[in-house]
């Protein structure tokens, strides 16, 4: 369900130009996707999951993060904006070899070179 969800929350925005900022459409979108109206209603009238928000938000901030998109892999690599498959499966390998170290979160840069 969360893919549709997603597919359809950006395609109301990108192609339809949608205002979902307004909670009306947004519940709207979202339902149209399958989620049911009155239960996506009330987490969006509630603060569910703004502990996870707040949560991700500091990881981020720890991080450095200043940009999207920004993947952490392992929970000891990130990369940083778009990058070619082959960059993701370098970083896949490197995470796989240090999946045991404990400690700072490497960054790999453009030229694939980590940073940690």
Not at 29 to 47: F, T
Not at 65 to 77: A, D, E, K, M, S
Not at 109 to 114: D, L, T, V
């Amino acid at each position: 369900m969360q893919d549709a969800v997603v597919e359809a929350v950006f395609r109301a925005y990108f192609t339809e130009v949608r205002d979902i900022s307004r909670a009306a459409v947004l519940l709207d979108v979202v339902a149209e996707a399958g989620l049911d109206r009155g239960r996506a209603e009330a987490v969006l009238n509630s603060d569910d999951g703004l502990a996870a928000i707040r949560a991700g938000e500091e990881q981020a901030r720890r991080a450095g993060v200043q940009g999207v998109p920004y993947f952490f892999i392992n929970g000891t690599l990130a990369l940083s904006g778009a990058r070619e498959p082959s960059a993701f499966l370098d970083a896949f390998e490197q995470a796989e070899a240090t999946s045991g170290d404990e400690g700072s979160v490497c960054k790999i840069g453009p030229g694939r070179e980590p940073s940690c």
